[in-house]
């Protein structure tokens, strides 16, 4: 009777057990249902109106619209070819026709991976769910938008056919290069309308928005030909198709059209802007929302950078012999010579050109934003700042240029050298920096220390990875262009700093402005030593390592240093006048080693400087000569070029140097 008794109470227990789960389970579901239906969004009536998005604008400096995105053009299902109709439901939903908005096997599957398996969400959706998706400003994978999505799916299924939903959907896909919707992927892609399609044209564009990027046919045909003829597959497995159709198709010549250069004035530049963007309010927003935003771009100036940078490119091909480069690098990824252009306003940090290539669509890879590129010697004015600025050093100080080798816990020596591997003894420091001798700069950061020369870049807005070892003062470092003319700029400003920027406001549709740049400058850098360095930064265009910029007939006042690392792999040149300040980077991006067809060197001086001068010469034309202000504890004084002395009319080549009164 007592182990009846007990069986009894177990099992009661177990009952209970059992209907308490049940009902905490339903209790979880019902909060689940409570907060995906809070604000849910309404699907629009007539359902087509999903796509009616207003445009994105962006406009240049001058309130010239330089893009426009967004504003679909919307295509009746009938004046669809029947092809991509097939297409498209064997590719994404081929049970359209069949579900009431959800694929159930799928469904189950997906819910079983999100909710057991940590760290991952499964997509099982539908095409009337993908379309629901769009309702929504957020991609987040996670299971509550799943459910809410699922909801609106529901809805739409409820409210409208399935012709008017795939009529909807149709339109609204992304198939990449900027078209959105099947009547821009038939004219972007082939030049025609949706309608005239042929089977082999649809099934390449069929498959194009699972991954618009990876399988786009103008940069990567084989890849979209390989998704071509998984779509095909998929026809002729759901029997919209035999394999002789497939086959004839896929065998079938796809004429794409020539891909025109879009309404844009140059894609690095938008490239950057998109991103920032994209950022802040994420792509559905910026794609969907009906932005206006205004930028700092110069369109004239860009164009002059564009044209700069392609010649300039251009003729150093010219003079490079190429047999020299490695068969590593000579691959079908290698890109060839390329090179950046960055121009940064001294006075507020507004970017006014950026160039990231030789081609946008060749190579979209922004070089003007990436910090993986050695600055050789353009970095050793941050170093000869922390010499003026803690050692209590002149540029008429002398130092000798003179085999080096200097200690390094734990390492072999530091023995740096001179790319012309002479040396040239005792010199002021003003020649050493104008002629970019590498010994000098070795001794002033063993004596000052590499923090020196870090804490200097940093103060002028460098915000890539520098090691405090001395090899930084030599420019060992990667670094971007922007950051390179961001940083120049500070030393054209006297020492002020302005953040560089691309966006000057951003408005939503009703004119709401959601941000706005507000200029300010920040002190970093004293005046007086600022001034110094900058004259000593004039002598290496008016008689140093970038003179070529005053025989290319540049004449107004300006500053700058180049820059050239081991084995040529990276020139440099970053200049500026009082109003503009500009960086040049020129190399491969493997890395290889620039030389002429006589075995020499490319240099800063010769790979970059030119490019500078050139578009520097266009984009300062008609602006009257301005001299950077020396301020009122500053003088000049002549010196003899070896000993630092007062120089007299017996003297070699005197250099002339600022000195700050009762400094000197």
């Known amino acids: 009777m007592i182990p009846l008794l007990r069986l009894f109470q177990a099992s009661t227990t177990l009952i209970f057990v059992l209907a308490s789960a049940g009902a905490l389970a339903a209790m979880g579901l019902f909060c689940l249902f409570l907060v995906a239906v809070k604000d849910l969004p309404r699907v629009p009536e007539p359902i087509s109106r999903i796509n009616d998005t207003p445009a994105t604008e962006i406009f240049s400096a001058d309130g010239r619209r330089i893009l426009t995105i967004g504003g679909r053009e919307t295509v009746a299902l009938d004046d669809v070819s029947y092809a991509f109709i097939q297409a498209i439901l064997a590719t994404e939903d081929h049970r359209f026709w069949e579900h009431r908005g959800i694929n159930k096997l799928r469904t189950v599957k997906a819910l079983w991976v999100t909710l057991f398996e940590p760290g991952k969400v499964q997509g099982a959706s539908t095409i009337t769910q993908q379309l629901a998706k769009n309702l929504f400003f957020s991609f987040e994978r996670t299971y509550i938008r799943k459910f809410r999505e699922l909801l609106v799916a529901f809805q739409i299924e409820a409210q409208f056919s399935k012709q008017e939903i795939l009529e909807a959907y149709i339109n609204q896909i992304p198939f990449g290069v900027g078209a959105y919707g099947i009547g821009e992927a038939a004219r972007t892609f082939f030049g025609k309308s949706a309608g005239e399609l042929t089977l082999a044209e649809a099934s390449l564009l069929a498959g194009l928005p699972k991954s618009p990027t990876r399988y786009n046919p103008f940069r990567y045909p084989e890849r979209a030909r390989a998704r071509q003829q998984v779509v095909l597959q998929r026809m002729v497995a759901t ?20 891909q025109g250069r879009p309404l844009r004035v140059d894609s690095y530049f938008l490239d950057a802007v998109m991103k920032s963007l994209e950022e802040s309010y994420s792509p559905e927003v910026v794609y969907h929302g009906g932005l206006r935003v205004y930028t700092t771009l110069d369109v004239g100036m860009q164009q002059m950078a564009e044209t700069a940078l392609q010649q300039g490119i251009a003729q ?74 803690n050692l209590n050093k002149t540029p008429a100080d002398v130092m000798v240029d003179k085999p080096v080798s200097i200690p390094v816990a734990g390492k072999p020596p530091w023995k740096p050298r001179n790319f012309e591997r002479t040396f040239n003894g005792p ?238």
């Not at 669509?361 to 050695?374: D, G, I, K, V």
Request: one cysteine or more.
């Open 239 to 258: 029997g919209m198709i035999s394999r002789q159709e497939a086959m004839e198709a896929e065998t079938a010549a796809n004429d794409l059209r020539a």
């Open 316 to 389: 150093l091909e010219s003079q490079m012999d190429t047999n020299h480069r490695s068969t590593e690098a000579l691959t079908e990824d290698d890109t060839g010579l390329q090179g950046a252009l960055v121009a940064v306003e001294v006075n507020t940090g507004a970017v006014k050109a950026l160039v990231g290539g030789r081609d946008f669509f060749q190579t979209p890879y922004n070089r003007a934003l990436q910090n993986n590129r050695q600055p050789g010697s353009g970095f050793k004015p941050f170093l000869y700042y922390g010499v003026l600025e």
């Open 427 to 664: 010199m002021v420091i003003k020649k050493a920096f104008t002629e970019s001798v590498n010994t000098v700069a070795a001794q002033l950061v063993e004596a000052s220390g590499p923090e020196a020369v870090v804490n200097t870049a940093r103060r002028c807005g460098v915000t890539s990875p520098l090691g405090s070892v001395y090899s930084v003062a030599l420019g060992t470092f990667g670094v971007s262009p922007l950051e390179m003319a961001a940083a120049y700029a500070t030393f054209a400003s006297g020492g002020v700093r302005h953040p560089p920027y691309w966006i000057r406001r951003v408005e939503d549709v009703s004119g709401r402005v959601l941000e706005e740049h507000i200029i300010t400058g920040e002190r970093v850098l004293n005046e007086s030593i600022t001034y110094q360095l900058v004259d000593m930064m004039t002598g290496v265009i008016d008689e140093g390592t970038g003179s070529v910029v005053r025989r290319m007939g540049f004449s107004l006042p300006a500053a700058g240093k180049t820059g050239t690392t081991n084995d040529y792999n990276d020139a440099w040149f970053t200049g500026f006048t009082p109003n503009l300040s500009t960086s040049v980077w020129v190399g491969f991006d493997r890395g290889q080693g620039m030389r002429d067809k006589n075995g020499a060197g490319i240099t800063g001086g010769r790979g970059a400087a030119p490019i500078w001068a050139q578009f520097m010469k266009q984009a300062t034309q008609g602006e009257p000569p301005k001299a950077f202000m020396a301020p009122p504890d500053i003088y000049f004084q002549k010196v003899n070029p070896e000993t630092g002395s007062w120089a007299g009319f017996w003297t070699h080549n005197p250099v002339s140097v600022a000195l700050r009164k009762g400094k000197s």
